[in-house]
Nanobody
Framework: QVQLVESGGGLVQAGGSLRLSCAAS????????MAWLRQAPGKEREFVAA????????YYADSVKGRFTISRGNAENTVYLQMMSLKPEDTALYYC???????????????WGQGTQVTVSS
């Protein structure tokens, strides 16, 4: 089973940018659709962005469209989330997740990382 490790979180001011990375343990990384999801304090976990196995298809939550970009490097076994124009409401623990088959705009992913904290100050 693929193991996922997120990095790149931190504290940033509103309007700033961060780039999250998620490294996968397997060379079969290319068979998985990948996603980023997040959970803010006191709130339910929610979908943020997803990308297909080859990277040609991407999906975004309405709340991040135009500000976040998901991408992947299959040769590096890594998926990225470039976050721009960050808002305090983007503060959350961000998880990387994987699933076999097409990407979905839900929490229906099979493998999850431990998360990386993003905090946006106002």
């Amino acid at each position: 089973q693929v193991q996922l490790v997120e990095s790149g979180g931190g504290l940033v001011q509103a309007g700033g940018s961060l780039r999250l990375s998620c490294a996968a343990s397997e060379d079969t990384f290319g068979i998985y659709a990948m996603a980023w999801l997040r959970q803010a304090p006191g709130k339910e976990r929610e979908f943020v962005a997803a990308i297909s196995r080859g990277g040609a298809v991407t999906y975004y939550a309405d709340s991040v469209k135009g500000r976040f970009t998901i991408s992947r490097g299959n040769a590096e076994n890594t998926v990225y989330l470039q976050m721009m124009s960050l808002k305090p409401e983007d503060t959350a623990l961000y998880y990387c997740a994987a699933r076999r088959g097409p990407p979905v705009l839900t929490l229906a992913y099979d493998r999850w990382g431990q998360g990386t904290q993003v905090t946006v100050s106002s």
